[in-house]
T-cell receptor
Framework: KQEVTQIPAALSVPEGENLVLNCSFT??????LQWFRQDPGKGLTSLLL?????REQTSGRLNASLDKSSGRSTLYIAASQPGDSATYLC??????????FGAGTTVTVRA | DTAVSQTPKYLVTQMGNDKSIKCEQN?????MYWYKQDSKKFLKIMFS???????INETVPNRFSPKSPDKAHLNLHINSLELGDSAVYFC?????????FGSGTRLTVV
């Protein structure tokens, strides 16, 4: 059974600092890994999707890396802004088509 | 246009009632899912349908019954609602790579 862990559970930084969010998973036989953002009381917004054959994906200030063999992914957010405050969820799609989520990292960017 | 839409957005009901949540996607995706997010914000898969066929059925009480009239719709019917069913339920769809989620239905059982 795939287990996904996200560290830290919460993070508070001043505006302008870079953010580093970690995700680890127990079964390296994955199809892909997806990072989502969830705002309070809202749905999930997809940020980045990394296929198992890829090492990283970038979109604007966001960069996600994937090390499948060690079961880790890291989401970097450069030059954080108050609008980046949200919960960030890591989700791993296993080869049995299930998407397993971590518990999330709640980020607060202070103005 | 909303890609994955769920209705209703909020649902407050009494214990013992039967209720349904509807989900529709206009992305042409073949696979649809229901996820439950509990009070600790943890998302867990409940069901998955591929082209109207059930492919994933996690350990969910049989009071929960998904119904897929066509590949664009996956509805969730819940019988005899219990207090512990209170949660946010998310519908999602997938084709090939990534998932697209709906905005969720917050169910409160009183």
């Amino acid at each position: 059974k795939q287990e996904v862990t996200q560290i830290p559970a919460a993070l508070s930084v001043p505006e302008g600092e870079n953010l580093v969010l970690n995700c680890s998973f127990t079964d390296s036989a994955i199809y892909n890994l997806q990072w989502f953002r969830q705002d309070p009381g809202k749905g999930l917004t997809s940020l980045l999707l990394i296929q198992s054959s890829q090492r990283e994906q970038t979109s604007g200030r966001l960069n996600a890396s994937l090390d499948k063999s060690s079961g880790r992914s890291t989401l970097y957010i450069a030059a954080s802004q108050p609008g980046d405050s949200a919960t960030y969820l890591c989700a791993v799609r296993s080869n049995d088509y299930k998407l397993s989520f971590g518990a999330g990292t709640t980020v607060t960017v202070r103005a | 246009d909303t890609a994955v839409s769920q209705t209703p957005k909020y649902l407050v009901t009494q214990m013992g009632n039967d209720k349904s949540i509807k989900c529709e996607q206009n992305l042409g995706h073949d696979t649809m899912y229901w996820y439950k997010q509990d009070s600790k914000k943890f998302l867990k898969i409940m069901f998955s349908y591929n082209n109207k066929e059930l492919i994933i059925n996690e350990t969910v009480p049989n009071r929960f019954s998904p119904k897929s009239p066509d590949k664009a719709h996956l509805n969730l019917h819940i019988n005899s609602l219990e207090l512990g069913d209170s949660a946010v339920y998310f519908c999602a769809s997938r084709a090939g790579g990534g998932y697209t989620f709906g905005s969720g239905t917050r169910l409160t059982v009183v």
